[in-house]
């Protein structure tokens, strides 16, 4: 059965997250956070439309505030470019080809408020010391 395809309206901001499928895939080392923030980076440049409020990765998840300005396919490109260059760089790294990374597709929760906004930025930075 084929998944609805999701509305992501402009001017709106979205705590973004995904999980692996297996294990902690993102070690966390200087080389490890150059490679995911480079790959954040040419997303970036890709995409110009979507903007990162914040970032993190943990071992095998991560948490993006993200906000969009244009029209809602920018957004999923956007998602599908970081997803799918992560996913490679990880099969790369393990010497894997052709292995599914993510447990399931990315979640995209949307903020409606400044406050929410700004509850979910602490969360996401204040996560790791709670883990």
């Excluded at 895939?25 to 409020?53: D, E, R």
Aim: contains cysteine.
């Amino acid at each position: 059965m084929p998944r609805h395809r999701r509305f992501f309206p402009k001017n709106t901001v979205y705590l973004v997250t995904n999980r692996t499928a297996e294990g902690l895939p993102f070690l966390p080392c200087q080389l490890m956070n150059l490679f995911l923030f480079g790959i954040l980076a040419k997303a970036k440049a890709f995409y110009p439309s979507v903007s990162i409020s914040a970032f993190l990765v943990m071992g095998n998840h991560y948490h993006a505030i993200l906000s969009t300005n244009g029209n809602g396919h920018e957004f999923v490109s956007f998602m599908n470019y970081l997803d799918g260059e992560i996913g490679r760089l990880i099969n790369r790294l393990r010497g894997r080809r052709g292995i599914n990374v993510w447990h399931s597709r990315y979640a995209a929760q949307p903020l409606n408020t400044a406050q929410t906004v700004i509850k979910e930025i602490v969360y996401t930075y204040l996560n790791p010391a709670a883990a």
